[in-house]
């Protein structure tokens, strides 16, 4: 069965770092969304992507974060500095394209752990 | 409260009981999904209903939708131990914008 990948799964960066968090969805899926999970906290939805552009983002999603889709597989999730409050596991989900633009249920990765020291 | 809002917060009953988990919204939403987390692991889709459905099963599990009272429930029936995890609702509105709850809690006791 499809599914998506993430790589690393656990990332441990000092602060004011860069850091790149990679992503490959399933291959005929065209929506791809990232999300993150303090520990203890619930799933918050950072941003998420459509034909090589962002569709929406959410406040948590500023201009510390990017996100692009750099070939025709990956899908990366970049934090330019990253901050101790950036600690967190990160998921990135896709779904696909269904006829009348209808939504459909996402598959998540298992997620990168992100340790900021 | 926030968007995907779900009660209990946490659920503990016995293994063969039934357990149910609401959610509530805030917003017009164009579909609500279910997901299950096992301690800090990947989220796994259980169930999406759309707006305009009011009601869905899928195994043993059971979801309702009353989008008038902006309100999901899920029943799984007949539960296992293995059922034990955390399980989440999340709307879906327009632009692919997707809002998590804050999670039910369950354990299921053998």
């Known amino acids: 069965e499809p599914e998506v990948t993430q790589t690393p799964s656990h990332q441990v960066t000092q602060m004011g770092q860069e850091v790149i968090l990679r992503c490959v969805p399933i291959s005929n899926h065209l929506y791809f969304y990232w999300y993150r999970q303090i520990l203890g906290q619930k799933v918050e939805f950072l941003v998420s992507?459509?034909?090589?552009?962002?569709?929406?983002k959410s406040e948590i999603f500023d201009d510390q974060f990017s996100v692009e889709r750099p070939d025709g597989s990956n899908f990366t999730l970049k934090i330019r500095s990253t901050k101790l409050e950036d600690s967190a596991m990160y998921f990135c989900?896709?779904?696909?394209?269904?006829?009348?633009?209808?939504?459909?249920?996402?598959?998540f990765g298992p997620g990168t752990r992100l340790t900021v020291l | 409260s926030q968007q995907g809002e779900e009660d209990p917060q946490a659920l503990s009953i016995q293994e063969g009981e039934n357990a149910t988990m609401n959610c509530s919204y805030k917003?017009?939403?164009?579909?609500l999904q279910w997901y299950r987390q096992n301690s800090g692991r990947g989220l796994v889709h259980l169930i999406l209903i759309r707006s305009n459905e009011r009601e869905k099963h899928s195994g043993r599990l059971r979801v309702t939708l009353d989008t008038s009272k902006k309100s999901s429930s899920l029943l799984i029936t007949a539960s296992r131990a293995a059922d034990t995890a955390s399980y989440f609702c999340?709307?879906?509105?327009?632009?692919?914008?997707?809002?998590f709850g804050a999670g039910t809690r369950l354990f299921v006791k053998a």
């Open positions: 999340a709307t879906v509105t327009g632009g692919f914008k997707t809002i």
């Open positions: 989900a896709s779904s696909e394209l269904l006829a009348g633009w209808t939504y459909n249920e996402q598959f």
């Open positions: 992507f459509y034909n090589n552009e962002i569709s929406e």
């Open positions: 917003t017009s939403i164009n579909n």
